[in-house]
């Protein structure tokens, strides 16, 4: 399974972004999608996941009530809707994929993830 993440660009604060996740070459199946990101010199973040069997979602703390991941079973994407955008979350998005299920618990750990999207860029100024 290849992945590609798309729709970044560059906003204003308090602006929006809808980001897309394809899987192609197969299907996403059973297990999570998930957004991470890395901003300039730091580390890869978890930014949300959801769970491809039950639909079930966890957000960051830290975009909690501002974005939104979603699937589209019939595209084949998974979407995350950027809302209320600040500097802070000025980043490479990357899409990741696994292909069986995991714990609630351990779907927001980096390497759980078999599969990577090439990340998008996001930039929001201030």
């Known amino acids: 399974v290849q992945l590609q993440a798309f729709g970044g660009g560059s906003v204003q604060a308090g602006g929006s972004l809808r980001l897309s996740c394809a899987a192609s070459?197969?299907?996403?199946?059973?297990?999570?999608v998930a957004w991470f990101r890395q901003a300039p010199g730091k580390e890869r973040e978890f930014v949300s996941v959801?769970?491809?069997?039950?639909?079930?979602?966890i957000y960051a703390d830290s975009v909690k009530g501002r974005f939104t991941i979603s699937r589209d079973k019939a595209k084949n994407t998974v979407n995350l809707e950027m809302n209320s955008l600040n500097p802070l979350d000025t980043a490479v998005y990357y899409c990741?994929?696994?292909?069986?299920?995991?714990?609630?618990?351990?779907?927001?750990?980096?390497?759980?993830?078999?599969?990577w999207g090439q990340g998008t860029l996001v930039t929001v100024s201030s």
């Open positions: 070459g197969g299907s996403f199946g059973s297990g999570p």
């Open positions: 990741a994929s696994r292909n069986g299920r995991i714990v609630t618990s351990s779907q927001h750990r980096a390497g759980a993830y078999e599969y």
């Open positions: 959801i769970d491809m069997w039950t639909g079930n979602t």
